[in-house]
């Protein structure tokens, strides 16, 4: 048994997570009553996460979708990540890093 040896990405697979994740998400976003920010995604009931800032609060939204999907690992590299708009990310100091393709799924 091999831990450390990757695992083969299924092309069929691959479609169906693509297939099954939402084009666009409706994300409502608070202020903590303990610091930082609540998101609960109002389309994906149940879907709620929390960070003490902005640029968490993006990655964090971004994990909680693909837990939801129960979207494996392996395959998150060949998953888009949903961002908010320009607007929202200046409101909450999110930074796109650069070198990391990031899609805003239409």
């Known amino acids: 048994l091999n831990l450390f040896k990757k695992k083969e990405?299924?092309?069929e697979v691959l479609q169906?997570?693509?297939w099954k994740l939402?084009?666009?998400l409706e994300v409502e976003i608070k202020n903590s009553e303990a610091g930082g920010f609540?998101?609960?995604v109002e389309n994906?009931?149940?879907c709620i996460t929390q960070a003490d800032s902005g640029q968490e609060l993006y990655e964090m939204v971004n994990d909680a979708v693909y837990t939801y999907f129960d979207v494996p690992e392996e395959y998150l590299p060949y998953v888009k990540s949903y961002i908010p708009s320009e607007e929202?990310?200046?409101k909450l100091?999110?930074?796109v890093q650069e070198?990391?393709?990031?899609?805003?799924r239409s």
Do not use: E, S, T, W
């Open 22 to 24: 939402p084009d666009h």
């Open 9 to 11: 990405i299924i092309p």
């Open 16 to 18: 169906a997570i693509l």
């Open 44 to 46: 994906l009931p149940g």
């Open 88 to 90: 929202q990310r200046k």
């Open 93 to 95: 100091g999110i930074k």
């Open 38 to 40: 609540y998101a609960v």
């Open 99 to 104: 070198g990391k393709f990031v899609f805003q």
